[in-house]
């Protein structure tokens, strides 16, 4: 076949199309055009003309590349498909030199990000107790974080952007009967995080210690504020990205009074609140509070066209019922009827609404929301807070059946809480992920974390690394869940040759192998040591929530449940059936030692191997290094799950020759956790992790150690 290359000569006398898809999709294909322009560029190739072209018969967001001994011609069956199709052929270039004929169809309708933005202290995400949260608040007044963000979006594929905040509207607008409401300027506390039990309350909600402890870090005024959103929510758009604002409720924080601290009253007490400005509380029943919201939401979407669509969480701060009043009632009479009112502003305005089904029953939310005249979709946990750990989670099976005669679709809520730190990446767990939905029954997905804020990179030590968006630290991660939502049959080929181009120093598919095999050993582990919500656990660490333990001992092990559906068994079980000689079908914690094993050492020591490429860039290196930093958890991990077995031994009065066969696997394991320690603290600074504590590799020693004392104290009799 012969080589097609792009002339941008030529390309003017053939704009008129381009311009016409553009003022009808608002879709800036200019961007795609540069990118084809910088791959022409970068590969020193000639010219050719291109033409974009809506074409009969494609879908939405569907391409067609026709390439041709005079040019290469794009037909797109919208805005987002002649702009994927131009995405495509840039990346042709890139990585063929040449542009095929290519026909490309969105799998999942609506592929998209979860990012809780922490626009203020006093404006807050789910919980910015931790350094990502912190860290990252200026960014989000910053445009060239969202330009590149929004770029890198585009290019992966995504087309919605799912932006989380309980309560953004005192920070993204003015209202007239609200005067007091806005806040100027953007805020930060200048109280720093240290690990104690909800130190600044409960998540989503602001404290007394909070706003008693601010610092400004950025003057700006409500209008430069709207102004600026207003400009991110155009890029957004001209990139093919909807934007949805998701809410948790009751929490209406700057405008109500400050809560205080969990640890001064053990427990936020909002009954007996006291009004804050213009009567406003976090009280189900109180009309004031009401009254506002519905306000703020048309507002909201009368200030913001570009926003797409809104989402609500009926949340921890809403009973069921209080004094009679029902929190879908409260739901529908401020967000429901709120944007009845922007629309009777704007008649021909289409809001799309995700009601999440968390702490809500379907029935009651269809009592209130079948009046809703625009598309309705609800939305769920899909693999509850465990993204990695098995692409078949068995969770959704009660949730689809209840709304099956509602007729609704959902939205699969991706929570990765397991992996902050290491970068990820295997394609084939995606795959199957996303293929595994219930596809007739599927909304979309939005993939991010809870417990963390993807905005810029923070802990690098790399000059050449730090301050990277997330999203460029992992770039492969987000591609996968981006690009095979678009298209889940992408072959291994296409992912080796990313991977050559941006680590070329290094034979491609034996990286993406050796890859791909350390990516599977958090999932194994979290499959084995089951814990449900973020608070409990976090892989990277072995801890969770201090008041539900801090460091997971291997006590802790012994019971923990293993994940519903993956045939394991755990220590306990595990042994009483061999004390039993009883034959179990299911897989015992010692074959998955043996596992985790044996893809451990094959990853340290498939790194090492690599390790020795001379003049590697720093990015190569410290991806061995998460390689190999992963395959020393990994070991920490199998011999850990083994002290486990030989103490439930002991536990089940088997003999204390298994206490002694435990902490002599345990002193094992703290070899392997050294090594851990040792790797990641040379690329990586230790952060405080707003759901479950402290990562502090050489700090966690010491409770390595402590497992190890106080297995030699335990008695089982």
């Known amino acids: 076949m012969k080589n097609h290359l792009i002339s941008w000569a030529a390309i003017l006398a053939l704009l008129l199309p381009c311009m016409l898809v553009q003022a009808q999709d608002d879709i800036d294909l200019a961007f795609a055009r540069q990118k084809i322009t910088e791959a022409i560029k970068e590969k020193s190739l000639p010219d050719l003309p291109i033409q974009f072209e809506l074409g009969a018969n494609l879908p939405t967001e569907g391409y067609r590349i026709e390439p041709g001994p005079g040019g290469v011609i794009i037909y797109g069956g919208d805005g987002k498909g002649l702009l994927y199709g131009g995405l495509e052929v840039a990346e042709q270039l890139q990585l063929n030199r040449q542009i095929t004929a290519t026909v490309g169809r969105p799998y999942l309708a609506k592929r998209g990000l979860k990012f809780n933005i922490p626009l203020d202290a006093r404006t807050p995400s789910y919980d910015d107790s931790g350094d ?109 990205i909807d934007i949805y604002f998701i809410t948790w409720n009751i929490c209406p924080n700057s405008v109500a009074n400050p809560v205080e601290p969990f640890h001064k009253t053990f427990g936020i007490k909002l009954w007996d609140e006291k009004p804050g400005k213009y009567g406003i509380s976090h009280q189900m029943n109180n009309p004031k509070t009401i009254a506002y919201y519905r306000a703020a939401v048309k507002t909201f979407l009368l200030t913001y066209p570009e926003v797409k669509g809104i989402g609500v969480t009926a949340g921890e701060y809403m009973p069921p019922t209080w004094d009679g009043y029902n929190r879908e009632q409260w739901l529908w009479e401020t967000y429901g009827l709120g944007i009845l009112d922007a629309k009777e502003v704007h008649p021909d305005r289409e809001v799309p609404f995700i009601h999440r089904v968390w702490y809500s029953d379907m029935d009651q939310i269809m009592k209130y929301w079948k009046q809703y005249p625009d598309p309705f979709e609800v939305s769920f946990k899909y693999a509850k807070a465990r993204l990695y750990s098995s ?110 181009q941006h680590y070329p120093e290094l034979p491609a598919d034996k990286l993406h192998d050796l890859w791909q095999a350390a990516s599977t050993i958090i999932p194994q582990v979290n499959t084995f040591h089951w814990r449900n919500w973020d608070h409990m656990w976090s892989p990277e660490a072995c801890l969770s929530r201090p008041v539900l333990g801090g460091f997971r001992e291997v006590t802790d092990f012994v019971d923990n449940p293993t994940m519903e559906g993956s045939n394991l068994q755990n220590p306990r079980a595990y042994a009483r059936s061999e004390i039993a000689k009883k034959e179990s079908d299911k897989t015992s914690p010692l074959d998955v030692a043996q596992q985790l094993r044996t893809i451990s050492n094959e990853s340290i020591s498939g790194a090492e191997v690599m390790k020795q490429v001379s003049d590697l860039s720093a990015e190569t290196s410290t991806l061995l290094d998460d390689i190999t930093a992963m395959g020393h958890l990994g070991n920490y991990y199998a011999v850990k799950i083994e002290a486990a077995v030989a103490l439930a031994f002991y536990l089940e009065k088997q003999g204390k020759e298994h206490k002694e066969k435990a902490i002599a696997l345990l002193e094992k394991a703290l070899e392997h956790w050294l090594k851990y320690a040792a790797v990641s603290t040379q690329n990586y600074r230790p952060q405080m992790l707003a759901r479950t504590n402290l990562l502090d590799w050489k700090a966690l020693v010491n409770e390595v150690k402590e497992d190890i004392n106080k297995t030699r104290q335990l008695k089982a009799w």
């Open 132 to 240: 990502a949260a912190q860290k990252n608040i200026l960014e989000m007044w910053n445009f060239a974080f969202w330009q590149e963000f929004l770029d890198d979006m585009a290019i992966h594929r995504y087309n919605t952007l799912t932006l989380w905040n309980p309560h953004p509207f005192p920070s993204m607008i003015k209202m007239e009967e609200y005067p007091n409401v806005a806040l100027n300027d953007v805020k930060v506390t200048t109280l720093s995080p240290v690990g104690r039990e909800n130190e600044w309350g409960d998540p989503q909600l602001v404290t007394t210690n909070v706003m008693e402890n601010l610092k400004t870090v950025k003057q700006i005024s409500i209008d430069e504020k709207i102004t600026f959103w207003q400009s991110v929510m155009k890029l957004a758009k001209s990139r093919g």
């Open 391 to 500: 692409p078949e989670p068995p969770f959704a099976k009660a949730h689809l059946h209840e709304m099956a005669p509602h007729g609704l679709k959902s939205w699969w809520n991706l929570r990765n809480d397991d992996i902050f730190v290491y970068r990820w990446g295997d394609a084939d767990y995606v795959r199957k992920f996303l293929k595994y939905f219930p596809k007739d029954q599927t909304a979309g997905y939005y993939y991010g974390s809870d417990g963390y804020v993807w905005g810029r990179e923070f802990i690098s030590k790399h000059p050449e690394l730090s301050g990277q968006l997330e999203v460029k630290k992992h770039w492969y991660n987000t591609m996968l869940w981006g690009r095979l939502g678009y298209d889940p049959d992408l072959p291994k080929s296409f992912f080796t040759q990313k991977i050559q």
